[in-house]
C-alpha cells in the first residue's frame, strides 16, 4: 500500500491567533512555522514571502525560520484558504542569492533555530 505525503497547508494558530505554515505532522503534533508581519522575530530576520492568503491583503509577509512544534488541539479544524495558484509544497521564499522552497535544504522539521548568546563584556564605570 502507497503512504499518503503529508500536504503542507496554512491554519490559524491559537495561542496566537494568526496563520501558520504547517510542514508535517507527527503524531498528534503539528510542526510549523508562524506567520507574521515582522521583519524580524527573536533578533533574526524572517523569510520574505507573497501573502498566499485569500483574506490576507497586501501587507508584507514573513515566515519565521524556527521551526516549531505543538498540539493539533491548539490549531484550528479547518485549513484556511489560498489564492489561486498558490502551490504550498512548493512555496518559494524570496532570500538574498535566490529562491528555495520552505522546508528544505537548510530549514527541515528537524532544525531548531536558536537564538544568539549575547556576548559578555566590561562595563566601563
Not at 53 to 78: C, H, M, P, W
Amino acid at each position: 500500500m502507497k503512504e499518503k505525503k503529508f500536504k503542507k497547508h496554512f491554519r490559524i494558530y491559537f495561542r496566537n491567533g494568526h496563520p501558520a505554515y504547517i510542514v508535517d505532522e507527527d503524531g498528534n503534533t503539528y510542526v510549523f512555522h508562524r506567520v507574521t508581519h515582522s521583519k524580524t522575530s527573536g533578533g533574526r530576520n524572517n523569510i520574505k514571502i507573497d501573502n498566499p492568503l485569500v483574506n490576507g491583503g497586501d501587507q508584507a509577509t514573513y515566515i519565521v525560520k524556527r521551526v516549531e512544534k505543538d498540539k493539533k488541539g491548539r490549531f484550528s479544524l479547518f485549513e484556511l484558504e489560498l489564492k489561486p495558484g498558490v502551490d504550498t509544497d512548493n512555496l518559494l521564499i524570496k532570500k538574498a542569492g535566490g529562491s528555495q522552497p520552505v522546508g528544505t535544504n537548510n530549514i527541515t522539521t528537524s532544525t531548531i533555530i536558536k537564538p544568539k548568546a549575547k556576548k559578555k563584556g566590561k562595563k566601563n564605570g
